[in-house]
């Protein structure tokens, strides 16, 4: 699967040892940005992986930054966008499972890097279930 993935300088450190991670789990992706350390804003790079996200040039985006709180509400902006902020593997699971999480939001400053890689990996392994569907639909209209 090719992945949309992002971060501000709070989350770059992690965004590099995720970009490991995915290579080992065997999925490609396009990096968005940032790759300095300078301060950033990350509605910049929420935005650039929401938009590769929604367009379907890849089916899921990984957003870092410090908290990963700020660039879930920036991605969660942007309409057909369903991004989850997860701290362990049980919210990761959960967030494929119940909401179809298309996005997910880490922080950077709050994650070891060896929690952060299980997280993805159960968060890209786990399965969207079909009977959570109704919700969604409720959220979807909200957008409109």
């Known amino acids: 699967m090719r992945i949309a993935i992002g971060s501000d300088h709070g989350g770059l450190s992690l965004k590099e040892e ?3 991670e995915l290579v080992k789990l065997g999925h490609d992706f396009v990096d968005m940005g ?12 929420a ?5 590769e996200v929604v367009s379907g040039a890849c089916p899921r985006g990984i957003l870092v930054c410090g908290t990963g ?13 369903r991004a989850a902020l997860v701290h362990d593997l049980t919210t990761a699971r959960l967030a494929a499972q119940h ?11 709050l ?9 993805v990996a159960t968060w890209l ?17 909200l957008e409109k």
């Open 18 to 20: 995720l970009k490991k």
């Open 34 to 45: 940032t790759n300095g350390t300078e301060s950033v804003d990350y509605p910049d790079y």
């Open 47 to 51: 935005s650039r992986v929401a938009m």
């Open 69 to 81: 709180i700020g660039m879930c509400i920036a991605a969660n902006k942007v309409d057909g966008v």
């Open 99 to 109: 909401n179809d999480a298309n996005v997910l939001c880490l922080g950077g400053r």
């Open 111 to 119: 994650l070891a890097a060896e929690l952060a890689g299980e997280i």
């Open 125 to 141: 392994g786990t399965r969207f279930e079909e009977r959570h569907r109704p919700r969604l639909d409720k959220i979807h209209r």
